[in-house]
Antibody
Framework: QVQLVQSGSELKKPGASVKVSCKASGYTFSNYAINWVRQAPGQGPEWMGWISTDTGNPTYAQGFTGRFVFSLDTSVSTAYLQISSLKAEDTAVYYC??????????WGQGTLVTVSS | DIQMTQSPSSLSASVGDRVTITCRASQSISGHLNWYQQKPGKAPKVLIYDVSTLESGVPSRFSGSGSGTDFTLTIGSLQPEDFATYYCQQTYNTNTWSFGQGTKVEIK
């Protein structure tokens, strides 16, 4: 069965960087893009962008350019989200998600990133 | 970008009640509208896709309707396990997917 397993919670200081991983299994990794979604406390999901697992080409949503980088390690079927120069407002749960047809039935369990001094 | 606006932002209802949640898009999205349910500490779960198609395993008390810019999620008879937050998602613009801000369904 399709699974997306993310790395564990992170506590970081402002200005630091964080890298969240999303390991896929149960399907051919290169056949489906990986989306990244941010959910700030008490807020709805916010699409951050996606990365083609075929070409490695990332697409970033408005508001997620500059400090946010999507990458892959196809040898281990894993996608990464790196956020640099962390700010308090980056505190959120970050999800990876994969489409199935026109909807997103496959989600990671989420990674809580807390930015606090 | 397409903005998705849900109403109400929260509601209180009793077990057995019929509940309706509305989602409005800032422009026509044809039939590219999905609904998700999210419980605390969990990822969103697909309930309905393409406006009205029930995801496998989802109870038939959930239904969706609408077209163009206005869409509705209906829970026919609210059950205890339905208390959660519901989000709509547009998939019309394939490079700018967006979600509504959510509707929290609470116990009256």
């Amino acid at each position: 069965q399709v699974q997306l397993v993310q790395s564990g919670s992170e506590l970081k200081k402002p200005g630091a960087s964080v890298k969240v991983s999303c390991k896929a299994s149960g399907y051919t990794f290169s056949n489906y893009a990986i989306n990244w979604v941010r959910q700030a406390p008490g807020q709805g999901p916010e699409w951050m962008g996606w990365i083609s697992t075929d070409t490695g080409n990332p697409t970033y949503a408005q508001g997620f350019t500059g400090r946010f980088v999507f990458s892959l390690d196809t040898s281990v079927s894993t996608a990464y989200l790196q956020i640099s120069s962390l700010k308090a407002e980056d505190t959120a749960v970050y999800y990876c998600a994969r489409a199935g047809g026109s909807r997103w039935p496959y989600w990671g369990q989420g990674t809580l990133v807390t930015v606090s001094s | 970008d397409i903005q998705m606006t849900q109403s109400p932002s929260s509601l209180s209802a009793s077990v057995g009640d019929r509940v309706t949640i509305t989602c409005r898009a800032s422009q026509s999205i044809s039939g590219h509208l999905n609904w998700y349910q999210q419980k605390p500490g969990k990822a969103p779960k697909v309930l309905i896709y393409d406006v009205s198609t029930l995801e496998s395993g989802v109870p038939s008390r959930f239904s969706g309707s609408g077209s163009g810019t206005d869409f509705t999620l209906t829970i026919g008879s609210l059950q205890p396990e339905d208390f959660a937050t519901y989000y709509c998602q547009q998939t019309y613009n394939t490079n700018t997917w967006s979600f509504g801000q959510g509707t929290k369904v609470e116990i009256k």
